[in-house]
């Protein structure tokens, strides 16, 4: 079965770290930009974190720049967006998606653009931080 699956999402104390993996089955996510995003109810989705399969380029959200690392795993077949630093404001659903037939002039564009019509998107893991 072709998908993408998101894990490693739970409750974390604000300044916590959490680490969350999107694995893909049926495909090879090398061969795709990767991009991982948030959403909360009654607003519009974010793009967090974002990396090129061309030459591994990343691009990250002012929001969680110097606290979110992105990182693929080609031997596990995954990308992991390594997360410290986790505010209350960092709460949400956190969903990746990979896109192999779209050219983006920059990664960027695939954060910020965070289209719906991407190739696979996975169902999402929730991420909540409180004390």
């Known amino acids: 079965q072709v998908q993408l699956v998101e894990s490693g999402g739970g409750l974390v104390q604000p300044g916590g770290s959490l680490r969350l993996s999107c694995a893909a089955s049926?495909?090879?996510?090398?061969?795709?930009?990767v991009g991982w995003f948030r959403q909360v109810p009654g607003k519009g989705r974010e793009g967090v974190a974002c990396?090129?399969?061309?030459?591994?380029?990343?691009y990250y959200a002012d929001s969680v720049k110097g606290r979110f690392s992105i990182a693929r795993d080609s031997a596990k077949n995954t990308v992991d967006l390594q997360m410290n630093s986790l505010k209350p404001e960092d709460t949400a659903v956190y969903t990746c998606?990979?896109?192999?037939?779209?050219?983006?002039?920059?990664?960027?564009?695939?954060?910020?653009?965070?289209?719906?019509?991407?190739?696979?998107w996975g169902q999402g893991t929730q991420v909540t931080v409180a004390s």
């Open positions: 990396v090129s399969k061309s030459d591994g380029i990343t």
């Open positions: 998606a990979a896109e192999g037939t779209h050219v983006f002039s920059t990664i960027q564009q695939m954060c910020v653009r965070a289209m719906n019509g991407y190739d696979y």
């Open positions: 049926g495909f090879t996510l090398d061969r795709y930009d």
